[in-house]
């Protein structure tokens, strides 16, 4: 079984913080990797994707894979009370060109 | 247009009855899929076509039957399901099938089976 996992949580910081969200990974043939983000009872949006070694920043969020390590996380700064969701690390899992597997999801509160 | 359009979106249906969930993008993506989710669980991957042909079914009960009658438009019909099919049902497209950036999902049908 080719599994993503994730701490559920839930993960609570103030506002204004930075907030770190991690994914570790069984298949070392994984190509691409995604984080959405899912707010209470909507479909999943996606946030950031990766598949280079290294760090990913797009505004106040930065992706970081570690391919040696299996390990994949998501950085939020500055942390916003909108923010507040479940994050779902998903990955494109080698040999399967269509299928994303998802992890459980952490969920994020931030406090204002 | 960027998005992924579903309905209905929500639905409430008797054992015995027939439904269709339908999915709709124009953004020229050629892979469709649908994902099936419960409450608190992560999206589970249902089916997958590729230029309008059935590529995935991950063994899914013959109670849900796709059907791709185009490249724009996704349809899930349902007929004799089980309260335990009661969920989140997402449909998403990609480009096309190496899901290079990832899926665009649409914001869901949420079904009731009573």
């Known amino acids: 079984q080719k599994e993503v996992e994730q701490n559920s949580g839930p993960l609570s910081v103030p506002e204004g913080a930075i907030a770190s969200l991690n994914c570790t990974y069984s298949?070392?043939?994984?190509?691409?990797f995604f984080w959405y983000r899912q707010y209470s009872g909507k479909s999943p949006e996606l946030i950031m994707f990766?598949?280079?070694?290294g760090d990913k920043e797009d505004g106040r969020f930065t992706a970081q894979l570690n391919k040696a390590s299996q390990y994949v996380s998501l950085l939020i700064r500055d942390s916003q009370p909108s923010d507040s969701a479940t994050y779902l690390c998903?990955?494109?899992?080698?040999?399967?060109?269509?299928?994303?597997?998802f992890g459980k999801g952490t969920l994020l509160t931030v406090n204002p | 247009d960027t998005e992924v359009t579903q309905t209905p979106k929500h639905l409430v249906m008797g054992m015995t009855n027939k439904k269709s969930l339908k999915c709709e993008q124009h953004?020229?993506?050629?892979?469709m899929y649908w994902y099936k989710q419960k409450a608190k669980k992560p999206p589970e991957l249902m089916f997958v076509?590729?230029?309008?042909?059935?590529?995935i079914n991950e063994s899914v009960p013959s109670r849900f039957s796709p059907e791709c009658p185009n490249s724009s438009l996704l349809n899930l019909h349902l007929h004799a399901l089980q309260p335990e099919d009661s969920a989140l049902y997402l449909c998403?497209?990609?480009?096309?099938?190496?899901?290079?950036?990832?899926?665009?999902f649409g914001s869901g049908t949420r079904l009731t089976v009573v």
């Open positions: 076509y590729s230029y309008e042909k059935l590529s």
């Open positions: 998403a497209s990609s480009p096309n099938d190496r899901v290079i950036s990832g899926y665009t």
């Open positions: 990766i598949y280079s070694n």
């Open positions: 998903a990955v494109r899992v080698g040999g399967s060109n269509y299928k994303l597997t």
């Open positions: 298949d070392r043939g994984s190509q691409s």
């Open positions: 953004m020229g993506h050629r892979a």
